[in-house]
């Protein structure tokens, strides 16, 4: 039997990526962080959105390193067109959300508002590192 291939529709082309890393439940978790980022973020994704990625790498593990429990985990998955960036830790607190302006002189408190700004979607999942007790934040960045 022959087809036309005319007739076949074309597959969307595949394009997946996955990389995780455990960081140490310390303060130079963000840092660690955004270097797996930069290294481990595949070339398509890091032409177009690395310096967003990067900045929600690193108040994502930001959060989790002063709010959460270890061990920390970071998981970046490239799909087409966007970026998924997941921080899991065993804390089963949601990330803290500012309420009203944060003053010009605060050295906290922008985190979220940041993962808000340059994500289209985030949210936060009742599943652990490995699927075990805790929390998932996860954002996904648009090319």
Not at 114 to 127: D, K, N, Y
């Amino acid at each position: 039997m022959t087809t036309d291939a005319s007739a076949v529709p074309e597959a969307p082309p595949v394009h997946r990526e996955h990389a995780r890393v455990v960081l140490r439940h310390a303060p130079s978790a963000p840092g660690a962080a955004r270097r797996f980022a930069r290294n481990h973020l595949c070339a398509v994704h890091a032409a177009g959105a690395l310096d967003a990625v990067l900045v929600v790498v690193s108040e994502l593990v930001t959060n989790a390193v002063e709010h959460g429990r270890p061990p920390v985990v970071l998981t970046l998955i490239c799909n087409l067109e966007q970026v998924v960036v997941g921080v899991h830790d065993t804390s089963t607190s949601e990330p803290p959300r500012t309420q009203g302006e944060v003053p010009w002189y605060a050295e906290s408190g922008r985190g979220m508002q940041l993962v808000e700004g340059l994500a289209v979607h985030w949210g936060v999942s009742g599943e652990g590192p490995g699927g075990g007790t805790g929390k998932g934040v996860w954002a996904t960045i648009t090319l």
